[in-house]
């Protein structure tokens, strides 16, 4: 019980993460660019590596604004990236995006010496120490980005579920692709500042997978994306507290439990039950089909 108060503004922090990360999930995994968050959080830490170097304070607006300014890079990088042919899969320009930039942060990582535990927290993160100040920072930092989202959300899910159809009705692509992931930019990387790389790509994946297991709506997978956030942040910050182990590392290793049981879960009680194909949600699939259609064609001619 003594631990209680000194879990409240983590356990909050995390509220708030999963809150929105949950949400652009949904969107990214309708997409299929799975790694879309992975490759924009290791931009934002690749700026805060390049800030370190400049002699700038980590946690000063000097450093956010420059980690945020290389994550608005990869942003407009990835909203051109999609081809209207698609014989280039988007998700070949994000990989190669995270590679580059982690290779990246490396070189710079072996000239920033005295500063490899804030670079250690990049990756895992260490939301435990988190204040206060910077909780009510970044909820009224997602809380205008929720709004911004809410306001033009048909016109998102569009284009997440039905590329096709949004375009047919004279929408730009691109220019709403990049307005996406720009306010994907900001989340980020205010997120990587408070919980690290990895544990921001797993508040994004996981909750929405996790979901996707029970769930064809977007409304019950948002509903179930947030209540299972919620429990393993839960999880993850006493277990961490308990047993004395980094926080960020426990609260991924807690969704991947979760996730394992939810699978079996639902193998048990749901396995075989129909289900839509979701839009999206496969692009190595869509990609088949193309090759298919292709060789068709090319066999009647």
Not at 92 to 109: D, K, P, Q
Not at 253 to 281: P, S, Y
Request: hydrophobic share 55%; net charge positive; charged share 10%.
């Amino acid at each position: 019980m003594e631990i209680l108060p000194f879990l409240f503004w983590p356990f909050v922090a995390s509220l708030i993460l999963t809150g929105i990360h949950a949400y652009l999930g949904v969107h990214v995994v309708e997409r299929g660019v799975i790694f879309v968050d992975l490759a924009l959080a290791q931009i934002a830490a690749l700026g805060a590596t390049i800030a370190i170097l400049l002699g700038m304070d980590p946690h000063g607006r000097g450093a956010y604004f420059l980690s945020l300014g290389f994550t608005f890079l990869g942003a407009g990088i990835f909203s051109v990236a999609r081809t209207r042919r698609g014989h280039i899969p988007q998700e070949a320009f994000i990989g190669i995006a995270y590679a580059v930039a982690s290779a990246t942060a490396i070189l710079a990582m072996s000239k920033a010496t005295g500063e490899t535990e804030h670079l250690k927290d990049m990756l895992v993160g260490n939301i435990l120490a988190v204040s206060r100040a910077e909780v009510a920072k970044t909820a009224l930092l997602y809380g205008g980005i929720g709004l911004f989202h809410y306001i033009f959300r048909k016109k998102f899910l569009l284009i997440s579920t039905n590329p096709a159809q949004a375009e047919a009705s004279g929408m730009s692509i691109r220019f709403w692709d990049f307005l996406f992931y720009a306010s994907f930019g900001f989340v980020v990387t205010s997120s990587v500042a408070i919980a690290g790389v990895l544990l921001v790509f797993c508040y994004l994946i996981v909750p929405s997978v996790g979901a996707m297991l029970f769930a064809d709506k977007i409304g019950r997978r948002l509903a179930i994306g947030w209540t299972m956030g919620t429990l393993v942040s839960a999880l993850g910050v006493y277990f961490s507290v308990l047993l004395d182990l980094p926080t960020g590392a426990t609260i991924v290793c807690t969704f991947g439990g979760v996730l394992i049981l939810m699978f079996f879960v639902h193998l048990i009680f749901f396995h075989g039950g129909r289900a839509r194909a979701l839009e999206g949600a496969s692009s190595v699939e869509k990609s088949s089909e193309r090759v298919l259609q292709a060789t068709n064609v090319q066999s009647r001619n």
